[in-house]
């Protein structure tokens, strides 16, 4: 019979930011459904960098004002202060401190490993347009949704 250990997702996190500010890119599995269409929780894996200068649009991993890890996109920097917000979300937004920027996200990695920089222009452009159409995000979701259903 085998045995398993349960590591507490701060701890991995906290490594994996401790060798990013090392100049080490961390692979890093994600979870949830906050980043949909762009990252799939349960799918997909991001590349996480040292920070460096961030700007809006930029996906992060960054520890919110309430203590939580979260991989989000940059809505407004203002100041020392950042607002994010998952592309799957149709309003939560979580705030930090530049400070709470903690990984900047360059890739998205597929099963098969699959590498898709998000610097890249039809990248860019796609997320451009998905927050110009936020007041539409929920109808936009609902289809993703369906479509992705009829895929798997």
Known sequence: MSESTCIDDGVILSEA???VNEG?????PV???SMRPFIEGGRDSVVLVKPGEVKRLDVVL????TGRFVVHRIVSLDGGRVTLMGDGNLCG???CGMDGVLAKVT???RPGGKRIPLEMPRMRLAVKMWVALLPFRRILLKLYRVCH????
């Open 93 to 95: 937004r979580e705030t």
């Open 24 to 28: 080490i890119e961390v692979t890093f």
């Open 107 to 109: 890739h998205v990695v």
């Open 17 to 19: 930011v401790r060798l």
């Open 149 to 152: 259903r009829i895929g798997n």
């Open 31 to 33: 979870n949830g459904r």
């Open 62 to 65: 960054a520890r919110t004002d």
